[in-house]
């Protein structure tokens, strides 16, 4: 198990720097652990750990499923890695559409997905969903600088506007649903423009409006295959890379004047 | 069938891909522009973002102006003596450029200054080019007319450091061929393009070359600035995308074909007048795009993990 999760581990040290090796292979034995232990009060897993971006990847949708002790609800969310982005607004100057504020936010979600049993309102506090970033409203995003709270507040909204547009925040709540009272199952969708990365994926068990145990399981989304190789030579090597790259499109356009000399 | 870019991170429909390389090469075969002006605002309306358009489209330029290159020398219409200098002038103005684009993008406002430029430049010169055209297909049809000399010079041409480009059947100051390859490598950088656009009416206009020649000459200069702006895409900002440019250029090449051949049988003054429409129709786009009211005013951007 740990040859491999070495092998596993070389490869995800060049793709994410979220995470280190050795967290990676405590966070393994954990969950190992924790699948076998003793009777949990939540235990939970993906049907998939790693979405591979291929060639021909147009999406994927991955499985959580897993098992609570007695009655309550299930609350799920998924994160994408943390990045800074900037947003920014136009506004018209002299007949023409400028740029001419921005505001930038730290520490950002890069994909944010949410699922619950029922609505969220309805099985948590409002106090709990904020500490747990339960739901788009409890992102808690803080711009840099000093930026009145209603103008902060009118980019957050286009921020997340923005993100639903590109499929990477939801819409509504995702459902989750029970087979019977113990067993849960909740379907996660990921767009073809997922962002690279380790994810997190937070499990919730609800009871009386408080989180009563969790479960973070990681999900690493990476590209793999003659995609992969290109990318991280791209990454590695930019001026070998470059230089193949002009190379390759000579050749293709000298081979594809060649037909004109019979012509 | 989708196709997934490595570097831009995003699926898109190989055809579509394809049909837009085509287009594109079809107008380089004709008009002897790379059609960088074209490609990048149609890839980044099917969704590739904008640094990895810009930047790949300079490395589809590459192929693309080699193709065209090659079907214009075995015809004998390119002048390497002018394209040199053009291309000594274009070098130095990319450095320039570059290091502007770097500024503007930093203060938010490279896409506003992309399109400000556009419309300015197209604008002008598709303008001039219409009323020169439509003049001379005037001239055609009055009877009598006289044959006109080869070129008019102007007082730009008695510069210093005169030189002869036998080809283009013209002796004509360095500075003029040189300092016009400034100017628009300086555009090339910013705007990420080859700058035919530009260069094509120029030449006819400014430094008088016979129109056949001009396509040629042309694209042997985009060669180099588009492979001096896909090199520093890749090392500065890592935005080149190869697998998007070759899908391009597989389309791109059948298009130049079809387009090259169909240029040849046109006379200079009807391409020109439809090289001058095809600008002044960009141009009122991208000034239609800017003064309307944006479906969405706010715009994000992820800082580089």
């Given at each position: 198990m740990f040859a491999g999760s070495d092998q596993m581990c070389a490869r995800l040290g060049r793709l994410t720097d979220r995470i280190s090796c050795r967290h990676f292979r405590l966070m393994a034995v954990f969950l190992f652990w924790a699948g076998t232990a003793r009777a949990e009060a939540l235990v939970a897993d993906l049907t998939n750990h790693l979405i591979a971006i291929t060639t021909g990847f147009t999406g994927a949708s991955v499985v959580l499923f897993g098992a609570i002790d007695g009655p309550g609800d299930v609350a799920v969310v998924v994160r994408g890695p943390d990045r800074d982005v900037t947003v920014r607004r136009k506004s018209r100057v002299a007949g023409i559409w400028v740029n001419s504020e921005e505001v930038i936010f730290g520490n950002v979600p890069s994909f944010y997905f949410v699922a619950a049993s029922r609505p969220l309102e309805e099985i948590v506090s409002p106090s709990i969903a904020a500490f747990y970033r339960l739901g788009v409203s409890n992102l808690d995003m803080k711009p840099e600088g000093m930026v009145p709270p209603y103008l902060a507040d009118e980019f957050v909204t286009a921020f997340v506007r923005t993100q639903q547009h590109a499929r990477l925040f939801p819409n509504s709540l995702g459902k989750v649903n029970f087979i019977?009272?113990?067993?849960?199952?909740?379907?996660?969708?990921?767009?073809?423009?997922?962002?690279?990365?380790?994810?997190?994926?937070?499990?919730?068990?609800?009871?009386?409006?408080?989180?009563?145990?969790?479960?973070?399981?990681?999900?690493?989304?990476?590209?793999?295959?003659?995609?992969?190789?290109?990318?991280?030579?791209?990454?590695?090597?930019?001026?070998?890379?470059?230089?193949?790259?002009?190379?390759?499109?000579?050749?293709?356009?000298?081979?594809?004047?060649?037909?004109?000399?019979?012509? | 069938m989708d196709i997934y870019l490595p570097i831009a991170e995003v699926s898109v429909d190989v055809f579509v891909l394809l049909a837009l390389g085509g287009a594109v090469g079809f107008l380089t075969g004709v008009f002897g522009v790379g059609g960088g002006f074209l490609i990048t605002p149609l890839l980044i309306f099917i969704g590739v973002p904008p640094t990895v358009a810009v930047a790949s489209s300079a490395n589809q330029l590459v192929g693309a102006s080699v193709s065209g290159v090659l079907v214009h020398w075995r015809r004998g219409n390119v002048d390497f003596k002018m394209g040199y200098v053009l291309l000594a002038g274009g070098l130095a103005g990319s450095v320039l450029g570059v290091w502007i684009f770097t500024l503007l993008k930093r203060l938010g406002q490279i896409e506003l200054t992309i399109s400000l430029c556009y419309v300015v430049l197209l604008g002008t010169l598709g303008a001039l080019m219409m009323v020169e055209s439509i003049r001379a297909q005037l001239r055609l049809h009055r009877p009598g007319v006289r044959r006109r000399k080869l070129h008019q010079h102007n007082w730009m041409h008695g510069l210093p450091l005169k030189a002869r480009f036998r080809r283009s059947k013209l002796y004509i100051s360095t500075l003029l061929p040189i300092g016009l390859g400034f100017v628009v490598g300086v555009f090339s950088a910013i705007l990420g393009i080859g700058g035919g656009f530009i260069m094509v009416p120029?030449?006819?206009?400014?430094?008088?070359?016979?129109?056949?020649?001009?396509?040629?000459?042309?694209?042997?200069?985009?060669?180099?600035?588009?492979?001096?702006?896909?090199?520093?895409?890749?090392?500065?900002?890592?935005?080149?995308?190869?697998?998007?440019?070759?899908?391009?250029?597989?389309g791109g090449v059948i298009g130049a074909r079809i387009g090259s051949r169909f240029g040849a049988r046109l006379r200079g003054d009807q391409l020109r007048l439809l090289l001058a429409l095809l600008v002044l129709a960009v141009a009122a786009k991208l000034a239609f795009d800017l003064t309307a009211r944006p479906s969405d005013p706010y715009s994000i951007v992820w800082e580089k993990s």
């Open positions: 019977g009272e113990r067993l849960f199952r909740t379907t996660i969708e990921f767009p073809s423009n997922v962002p690279t990365g380790t994810y997190l994926v937070q499990v919730f068990l609800v009871r009386d409006r408080d989180v009563i145990s969790g479960q973070t399981t990681p999900l690493v989304v990476s590209k793999v295959g003659i995609d992969a190789d290109v990318f991280g030579f791209a990454g590695r090597q930019p001026a070998l890379y470059g230089a193949i790259a002009v190379l390759t499109a000579m050749v293709a356009g000298w081979l594809a004047s060649l037909p004109f000399r019979s012509a | 120029a030449m006819i206009y400014m430094l008088g070359m016979p129109t056949s020649i001009v396509p040629g000459t042309s694209l042997l200069q985009i060669i180099f600035v588009a492979a001096n702006v896909t090199l520093l895409q890749a090392y500065t900002n890592r935005t080149v995308d190869a697998v998007l440019a070759l899908v391009l250029l597989v």
